[in-house]
């Protein structure tokens, strides 16, 4: 099956740098790819759609100058957390769809825990 | 945009019964609607999904049901077994997915 690809899966910075988590697709060519927050026992909050060779769409009430996203490939999307605070402090997962169709499933990376101390 | 609201947030079963999880969405343009399994501190993990040209589909214990008029969907688990305890979450696609709220199943030997 599809394999996507998360890294790091833990990270732990102080105030004011910049985390950048990766997310590759290892199986498959990936168009699209989406970034999510998740809180504890909360659901899956969707931040912004990464397309290839273009600027991301981000969702509403997400800053793009905070949480940056680069699709430089068909396997790779990177997204980078900026001036990190402790409020930032979340569990990020990223998600990749298949190109040229496909069953429009998603399949997830393992996830990127952040703590901003 | 779409909006998906899932019922309930928690469920307690004992091990054998069954379990349903119920789903609406707003936006009548979705057509694919998968159930996802989230085991703490893991990635989500589909475990079946439907399209709107289908009414219902069954993969051994797990069954989803489509409602297209009343727009709502359901996940039916039956003979729960404690590792089916997990946080359940329905979606709604129409370009991009939005899940629901979860539900944390919890199913007690």
């Known amino acids: 099956g599809a394999v996507v690809s998360q890294h790091p899966s833990r990270v732990i910075c102080k105030s004011g740098t910049s985390v950048k988590i990766e997310c590759r697709s290892l199986d498959f060519q990936a168009t699209t790819m989406f970034w999510y927050r998740q809180f504890p026992k909360k659901s899956l909050m969707l931040m912004a759609t990464s397309n290839e060779g273009s600027k991301a769409t981000y969702e509403q009430g997400v800053e793009k100058d905070k949480f940056l996203i680069n699709h430089a490939s068909l396997t790779l999307s990177t997204l980078t957390v900026t001036s990190a605070h402790p409020e930032d402090s979340s569990f990020y997962i990223c998600s990749a769809t298949m190109t040229g169709g496909g069953t429009g499933e998603l399949f997830f990376g393992e996830g990127s825990r952040l703590t901003v101390l | 945009g779409e909006n998906v609201e899932q019922h309930p947030s928690t469920l307690s079963v004992q091990e054998g019964d069954s379990a349903v999880i119920k789903c609406t969405y707003s936006d009548s343009a979705s057509n694919y609607f998968p159930w996802y399994k989230q085991e703490l501190g893991k990635r989500p993990q589909l475990i079946i999904d439907?399209?709107?040209?289908?009414g219902e589909k069954k993969d051994q214990r797990i069954a989803v049901t489509l409602n297209k008029t009343a727009k709502h969907f359901s996940l039916h688990i039956t003979e729960t077994q404690p590792e089916d305890s997990a946080v359940y979450f329905c979606?709604?696609?129409?370009?991009?997915?939005?899940f629901g709220q979860g539900t944390i199943l919890t199913v007690h030997p």
């Open positions: 979606a709604a696609n129409y370009g991009k997915l939005t």
């Open positions: 439907i399209r709107s040209n289908v």
